[in-house]
Structure formats: structure tokens, C-alpha cells
């Protein structure tokens, strides 16, 4: 069973410019969630998406976005990039949302993403 | 506010020995608690789990404690192995739906 896949692994960008990452749930999974992991914050959480709603969103500015699709796929956008959005950004995906679903999270590796 | 934290950055254990990671937390509504250990370049992967109506759970070399009324919890590992090296992460959330982190601690297991 493939796990989650994130791309790019990698990614430079420029202030002010815009990303998008993508992530590709394990089959089956409905549910995708997307966090930030910086150096002394640890993974902070910034949205869940469940059957293409946003069902949980975190404490981040409306810079970032994210949306699902109907196979659940889900991709997160950065608007107007800050050199404080460095991050390693991390998605989730578990089969369903909420308590019935606590114990499956499972993570992808990841996007490193650097802004200059 | 770091509602879920984890005060030690890194942690030195002999193999063989016990490791023990400790998690503290603010929220009194955290039903659910969750381990992960992350290798670099990876992501975290799921250890061990354990809800609010149990103190202690158990998974082969991996122990997890709950004391509620001291809002804390922590992973032993018995015996400890080289390969047990790597940052360990815990996590909180009251409905399942939000988990809150903690900042990791790195775990080297000296051969």
C-alpha cells in the first residue's frame, strides 16, 4: 500500500512570491491535514480537509489556503511568501475525521521550503 | 501558547538501558494522546497511543503513562537500541479533530 506522497521534496522561493504543495493521500484515506514544522515549534497544525471541506483550520494569517479534491487529494498554497514561512511542511492523512479516526494518522516526508 | 510541551530538547541513553520522554500539558479537555518518532528526511511515523480513561498502555518495548491529574505523560522505552535514535514527538487533542504538537525531543541511544 503506497503511503502518503508529498511534492515537490524541495522547494526556493522568493519573498513575495506564491507555492503550492501538493500531497496524494494513502488510497482510501478521506481526510488530509497539513502542518508546519519550524525549529522550536514543533508541528503546528493549519487545516483539515474532509470529503473537499475544510473542516478544521489552525492559528495561521489567510495567506494560507489549502483545498481537497474528489479523489482527496490536497494541495496547500502560500500567498505572498515571508522569509518566516521556511518550514518543513508535513501532511496526514487518516481514513476518516474526528475521534472515530484518531489512531490513523499517517504523515508524509514532507516539503522543505525555503524562502530567500 | 504551546498547550503541549516537552521540555527536554534532547536525551542520552546507554542501550540497553531505559529511555524515558516526558510531555506535559495545559488542556484538561485532552482526551487523546499520541506518539510519534521521526527519523530526518522522513516524517513521523505513529508509535503508541493512549486515551484518557486508561493511565497506561503498553506496545512491546514501548510503554505510554497517563497521570491526568498532573497533565503529564511519558514514553519508556525498555530496553533502549541504536535504532531507537531519533526525535520523538507528542501529541494531544480533546476531540480528535486538532492535534497539538510538542517541540520533540532527540533521542540518542549510545551503543
Known amino acids: 500500500k503506497a503511503g502518503v506522497t508529498q511534492t515537490p521534496r524541495y522547494l526556493i522561493k522568493t519573498r513575495g512570491q506564491q507555492v503550492t504543495l501538493s500531497c496524494s493521500p494513502i488510497?482510501?484515506?478521506?481526510?488530509v491535514s497539513w502542518y508546519q514544522q519550524t525549529p522550536g515549534q514543533g508541528l503546528q497544525f493549519l487545516f483539515e480537509y474532509f470529503s473537499e471541506t475544510q473542516r478544521n483550520k489552525g492559528n495561521f494569517p489567510g495567506r494560507f489556503s489549502g483545498r481537497q479534491f474528489s479523489n482527496s487529494r490536497s494541495e496547500m498554497n502560500v500567498s505572498t511568501l515571508e522569509l518566516g514561512d521556511s518550514a518543513l511542511y508535513l501532511c496526514a492523512s487518516r481514513p476518516g475525521a474526528g475521534a472515530g479516526s484518531i489512531f490513523g494518522y499517517t504523515f508524509g516526508s514532507g516539503t522543505r521550503l525555503t524562502v530567500v | 501558547d504551546q498547550q503541549v510541551k516537552q521540555n527536554s530538547p534532547s536525551l542520552s541513553v546507554q542501550e540497553g538501558r531505559i529511555s524515558i520522554l516526558n510531555c506535559d500539558y495545559t488542556n484538561s479537555m485532552f482526551d487523546y494522546f499520541l506518539w510519534y518518532k521521526k527519523y530526518p528526511a522522513e516524517g513521523p511515523t505513529f508509535l503508541i497511543s493512549i486515551s484518557s480513561i486508561k493511565d497506561k498502555n503498553e506496545d512491546g518495548r514501548f510503554t505510554v503513562f497517563l497521570n491526568k491529574s498532573a497533565k503529564h505523560l511519558s514514553l519508556h522505552i525498555v530496553p533502549s537500541q541504536p535504532g531507537d535514535s531519533a526525535v520523538y514527538f507528542c501529541?494531544?487533542?480533546?476531540?480528535?479533530?486538532?492535534?497539538?504538537f510538542g517541540t520533540g525531543t532527540s533521542l540518542t541511544v549510545i551503543p
Open positions: 501529541a494531544a487533542s480533546d476531540t480528535g479533530n486538532q492535534f497539538y
Open positions: 488510497s482510501g484515506h478521506r481526510s
